[in-house]
């Protein structure tokens, strides 16, 4: 074989090796989109997997515990229902009904850990209760400190 | 220049352009949804601006979702900063009129926005044909997951989202939409609706 | 009014441009070539002109609020302060490419007035590429962009600029450093055209006029990943500055492959090598940043910086297929001219690191971008929704950025051609002692995982082995000419700024991996539901809350916390973390407050907080070293500015000082002048 011949057999050799990694790379570590319906679905196969959960929080399962800062939740997709469970506070914005993507892991126990928490405007979701428009949450503040 | 190695490398770029093409097709924000064909959310809004006869309703009376059953409703939500309910006011008026005597309630949303300044933006342009609500605390939108103004709901005679435009509407897409719920109503909704609408079917029973 | 002028002016820029770039081909065939050449090249200066005329106008209409402009219309209101107003001249997108398109011609008119004497074609068809590149701006301007459109009647206020973009004063930073180094890549990719159709594609000298673009741009680019990194961390709240969104990733590609060329271009100049591979590294270089630009202009990938979407989407798949199929056409069509002239003489060369280095680099642009793109090829082939995490990206590049940090210390001590035994023995294993030092440092302080380690160990090899660079020419100036050691390290500097600034870059990127490192490694964070005088502790910071307070400002409401810093007992200082409520927006913006020294970060963000103040849940972040990343990237910036400031005359240094020739590390002359 000629120089140049091995040449092109090493590139050969690095590109699909390059190749070959970087598939297997992308297969262990992409994040796949599912509804609770598509979650549910996968069976064995979407348990402890990451995975970023879309769907709607249903109305009243919204549970907040300020001081152990525990936010459990139900995501819905109106035929399917996941329990959500994430350390941290909700979005300022959050309520019950309102679209959501949650990022993390369904685990073995039936619930979804999420890491990650974003809110979504483009879905459609449940009426607030009075009360709960934007800026009351935080006029009673400025009124309350504004000197 | 060597044009026939230039030949082939011209071709090692189509896949890319044409994965790029294909992905126009796709908008990346829009999730897996089941929202399609759901119940829309009730509101009870109060209105702000009349609109014209026929379509008018006495400013101050309260528009509720529930009580529109039976009818098709467009609500396009609007506000007098935002630039591109500019381009599409004429449009959704005009068309609106030629709905009038027909089992169709249109109704603007004024979304972020004080009621002062949206009166003088209808007078601005030249009025309104159909009557526009206030919606305080945008409460109505982010029931509705408002993306942007404008944007249109298209509501059936049964109460479900049936299509929703982002951006602009053409008149095009309402009268195809409006149409094809009209048809979808139960048949004695679709001659008998019509004498209600100007009588302001929209006021509300509780 | 002010509308319609900069209307004109953008109309007429177009038809100049259009005249201007058709100019070029035909003066070769004319026999008033030189006059041909005048128009050319005054279309440049026209267009610099016109452009300048439609961005001053766009910025008096959005100060005076011209609501009769639409993009003011559109970005303008009359509570945003009159700075973010006037930046806000590049928070959206047609005043981003109306910015863009003035950058350019500033770039353009810049090139030309430089070297509008030299003889040949070479610069008229540079100027040609450039023109043809101002046309496709222009029409967008003209067409699916365009800033100035009519808007009646004229509405009475606007709804202001993004409130993510008038939240940091950063965003008057990010924007036009990642726009001067993205257009400024046009430049060497123009001379690239215009070195094939000049038919000077096998001279070399084309190389030399370009090479002080690329290093302009790059040390913008530079500049601008490292606010933009800054940028995100001090707006978006989750206490990161990289999470590998399709935006930043935009901006490292080509980023990396400008890297990439700055020293494979060195062994060009050397040894007349990698010719064809420099012209495909600056051309990859020109077609990555429009892909960048494409990509998130055109909302094919989401991102939180996508802009919103139009038809321009369309405008932009026409030229990247223009530019990309142009550009392979010119590589491949030229490739014949470009043979190899040298060879390698031996692997333990300076050569073998920079081809590695060339090898590693791109390597990692194609991981960063498969990995981008990926989400739209599954989508296309297998019809699923995925995006790729960011464990792909660190896994596949962490270990490529460890090598590319071992060869950073390899490099400089390897001589051109071939390295005797005895030399490589002297030169390589002294600077092992350094990645001992920090390897261990790395251990003891906590850095976890062995990736972040083999930083600390890398960093410190190469830390060594650069020192010692400086260190023996230094020692060499001291000695034969009594200079003070900081005279002695002015003129080391000066008698090769290239090659020091060069070196001076690598510190800068040096400082950049150990912030990065420590501060991914060793993060720590809480969240916690304070009540006024409660405290929380994390890694050694205590915090107290002190209130809750809300306030009214112009063009938004404030809700924020006091937090007092409590050190033994006693408040030291505070840090104020809050949330922004703009009129237009549903969703509060978050504004972290963060606390800086030497040897870290407390980062604080209110995550939630009580509407009658009685309690406020905050999140803490202790990060080591992220101060170091911000001033590494400013000593990269630096390391840029260096290397473009011109060379004391080689004779002079010679008859001045003999000596250092003599010293094994000068045993390289100067890499030659910019």
């Known amino acids: 074989m000629s120089k140049r011949n091995w040449a092109l057999l090493a590139g050969a050799v690095i590109v699909a090796t390059f190749g070959w990694l ?114 009351e949450m935080y006029r009673t503040l400025i009124k309350g400190s504004a000197s | 220049m060597n044009w026939k190695r230039a030949a082939i490398a011209a071709f090692a770029a189509a896949p890319v352009i044409a994965l790029f093409a294909w992905g126009f097709t796709r908008d990346p924000r829009d999730i897996p949804s089941p929202l399609p064909g759901r119940t829309a959310p009730p509101f009870s809004l109060e209105v702000f601006s009349s609109g014209e006869a026929p379509l008018a309703l006495p400013v101050g009376d309260t528009v509720r979702l529930g009580s529109l059953r039976g009818r098709v409703v467009v609500l396009n939500f609007w506000a007098s900063w935002c630039l591109a309910c500019r381009d599409e006011h004429a449009t959704v008026s005009a068309v609106a009129r030629q709905y009038a005597g027909r089992p169709v309630q249109f109704v603007g949303v004024l979304y972020n926005d004080r009621v002062p300044p949206a009166l003088d933006w209808i007078k601005e342009m030249g009025g309104q044909s159909y009557p526009s609500v206030n919606d305080p605390g945008a409460r109505t939108a982010i029931d509705y997951g408002l993306y942007g103004v404008p944007e249109t709901y298209f509501i059936s005679g049964d109460g479900r989202v049936a299509y929703k435009n982002t951006g602009p509407a053409t008149a095009d897409v309402i009268t195809r939409v409006v149409d094809s719920l009209i048809a979808a109503l139960p048949a004695g909704a679709r001659s008998t609706a019509g004498a209600r609408s100007t009588a302001g079917g929209a006021r509300g029973t509780p | 009014m002010n509308g319609l002028v900069a209307r004109d002016a953008l109309l007429l820029s177009l038809v100049i441009v259009v005249v201007g770039a058709a100019a070029v081909p035909l003066a070769g065939r004319v026999r008033q070539r030189a006059q041909v050449l005048d128009i050319a090249y005054g279309a440049v200066f026209a267009n610099f002109a016109l452009v300048s005329v439609a961005t001053m106008a766009m910025v008096v209409a959005l100060v005076s609020h011209d609501f009769s402009v639409s993009y003011v219309a559109q970005v303008g209101s009359r509570e945003t302060p009159l700075f973010y107003t006037i930046i806000s001249l590049w928070g959206a997108l047609e005043g981003s490419i109306l910015f863009w398109a003035w950058v350019l011609s500033l770039y353009a008119a810049i090139v030309v007035w430089r070297h509008r004497r030299r003889p040949g074609a070479l610069v008229p068809y540079t100027a040609m590429a450039l023109m043809v590149i101002a046309l496709f701006f222009a029409i967008l301007l003209i067409g699916p962009a365009n800033p100035f459109q009519p808007v009646s009647p004229v509405p009475a206020d606007g709804p202001g600029p993004n409130p993510l973009l008038q939240n940091h004063i950063l965003m008057a930073v990010h924007p036009p450093l990642l726009y001067l180094g993205y257009v400024g890549m046009s430049v060497p990719f123009a001379f690239a055209v215009g070195a094939v159709c000049a038919g000077e594609v096998a001279r070399d000298e084309w190389i030399r006029l370009a090479r002080p673009w690329t290093l302009v741009s790059w040390g913008f680019l530079s500049a601008a990943i490292i606010a933009g990194m800054w940028w995100s961390y001090e707006v978006l709240g989750w206490g990161g500055y990289w999470a590998w969104d399709p935006v930043e990733n935009a901006s490292l590609l080509p980023w990396l492959t400008a890297t990439a060329y700055l020293h ?275 890694a050694g910071h205590t915090v107290r809350l002190r209130e809750v307070w809300g306030r009214d400002e112009a063009q938004r409401s404030v809700i924020g916390v006091t937090l007092d810093v409590v050190q033994h007992g006693v408040a030291v200082g505070v840090i104020e973390p809050r949330m922004n409520f703009y009129p237009t927006s549903q969703e509060p913006v978050p504004t972290p407050d963060v606390r800086s020294s030497f040897s870290g970060d407390l980062y604080a963000n209110l995550m939630a907080f009580d509407q009658n103040g009685a309690h406020a849940t905050v999140r803490l972040i202790v990060q080591p070293l992220v101060p170091w990343i911000w001033a590494g990237g400013l000593i990269v910036v630096l390391g840029a500015v260096v290397g473009l400031t011109p060379a004391r005359r080689r004779a002079a240094v010679a008859s001045a000082s003999p000596a250092p020739e003599r010293v094994p590390v000068m045993a390289t002359p100067s890499e030659g002048v910019v």
């Open chain 3, 264 to 538: 494979s271009v060195m062994v060009q100049e050397r040894r007349g090598m990698l010719r064809l591979w420099n012209l495909n590294l600056l051309v990859g270089t020109f077609v990555l940043t429009i892909l960048g630009t494409f990509l998130t202009r055109s909302g094919i990938l989401s991102s939180v910086h996508a802009f919103t979407t139009g038809t321009i989407g369309y405008y932009f798949l026409g030229f990247i297929a223009f530019v990309l199929v142009s550009s392979l056409v010119l590589v491949a069509g030229s490739s014949d001219q470009l043979r190899t002239a040298g060879r390698m003489e031996s692997a333990a060369s300076r050569e073998t690191v920079f081809l590695l280095n060339n090898l590693f680099l791109t390597t990692f642009m194609f991981t960063v971008l498969v990995g981008t793109l990926y989400p739209l090829v599954a989508e296309a082939v297998r019809g699923v929704k995925v995006s790729v995490g960011e464990p792909f990206f660190n896994r596949m590049t962490l270990p490529m950025v460890v090598v590319l940090l071992f060869l950073m210390g390899v490099g400089p001590a390897l001589p051109w051609g071939a390295a005797s035994p005895h030399a490589l023995r002297t030169k390589l294993l002294p600077p092992l002692a350094g990645a001992v030092v920090l390897g261990l440092f790395a251990l003891g302080m906590g850095v976890g995982g062995p990736i972040g380690v083999l930083v600390f160990a890398c960093v410190g090899y190469a830390a060594v082995a650069t020192a010692r660079e400086y260190g023996v020419a230094m020692a060499a100036r001291h000695a034969a000419q009594h200079e003070a050691w900081p005279v002695a390290l002015a003129r080391v500097v000066r008698s090769n700024p290239r090659r020091y600034g060069g070196y001076l870059a690598h510190v800068g990127v040096f400082l950049v991996a150990l912030g990065i490192a420590a501060s991914a490694t060793m993060r720590s964070e809480r969240e916690a539901t304070l009540k006024p005088g409660e405290s929380m502790t994390l």
């Open chain 1, 22 to 135: 970087l598939y297997g790379g992308l297969d262990r570590n992409v994040v796949f989109f599912l509804t609770p319906k598509e979650l549910l679905a996968k069976g064995a196969g979407g348990v402890d997997v990451p995975v970023r959960l879309g769907g709607l929080v249903k109305p009243g399962s919204v549970q907040w515990n300020a001081q152990t800062l525990d936010l459990r939740f139900t995501v819905s997709d109106g035929t399917r229902e996941v329990s959500v469970q994430e350390k941290g506070a909700p979005p300022q914005m959050f309520r019950d009904g309102m679209g959501v993507v949650v990022e993390g892991r369904y685990g073995r126990d039936g619930v979804f850990h999420a890491t990650n928490l974003m809110v979504r405007h483009s879905n459609e979701y449940h009426p607030p209760k009075p009360g709960e428009r934007p800026e």
